[in-house]
């Protein structure tokens, strides 16, 4: 792998590394549209401008144009967003485990006294009102 | 939001668009390392490349360096992984739903014939060896 000629993840996270390409395919998650479609809620951004975030979409696989005479829809490829999920997978420990632990922490403060574990049984501790 | 200023997600993005940058994230999942540690593997990239793939990751919050005396170790950051991953929610749908058509086809052509479905019983259907 070279830095010349960036690998197959790096190109999905480039691409994805900008808001109006991300808006694009908020957008084209809700269906097929044209390039037109697309522009318009990005005005006064000029219809290049558009395009130009379309090719780099397109260059990374995560948006397809069917190329007809009058009608040309972008649509949504999202086998790239499925790697960047793939690739995500051994951090997801780092962050559900903290919230995992700030659940645990707001159980304990939310209890007078730590009772023993008994996921059978729905009896209230002794002192409580419920 | 300005094009000159980028936003959160697109500084994380950007920042994971670099195979080197993820393999450095990566050996931090292990645990901390000092920046010699982490420039090891990398020879011959020069030891000023590396801190400077670690400045644009600390930029984006993806990591922390603790500045000791003798012993500078970074560490992993989940944080913005786990705004990724929030990002990524709504296009999930788009690729589990492939996979989940994939499954009820598999389902489909190993039964000879489909049941109705009774999840409370186990029994077998006629026909069945079981």
């Known amino acids: 792998m070279t830095t010349s000629e960036p690998d197959r993840l790096s190109l999905t996270l480039a691409a994805l590394a900008d808001p109006t390409r991300r808006a694009i395919l908020a957008r084209l998650s809700q269906g097929e549209a044209s390039v037109t479609e697309l522009a318009e809620p990005f005005k006064p951004m000029s219809l290049p401008a558009i395009s130009k975030h379309l090719k780099v979409l397109e260059k990374a696989g995560l948006i397809s144009q069917r190329r007809e005479a009058q009608w040309r829809p972008c649509r949504l490829e999202p086998a790239p967003l499925k790697s960047v999920d ?15 632990s700030l659940d645990e922490y707001l159980r304990q403060i939310q209890k007078p006294e730590t009772w023993p574990r008994d996921p059978g049984q729905t009896s209230a501790p002794p002192g409580s009102t419920q």
Chains 1, 2 share one sequence.
Do not use: Q
Request: no cysteine.
């Open 86 to 100: 793939e690739w995500l997978e051994r951090y997801r420990r780092f962050y559900e485990a903290s919230f995992d």
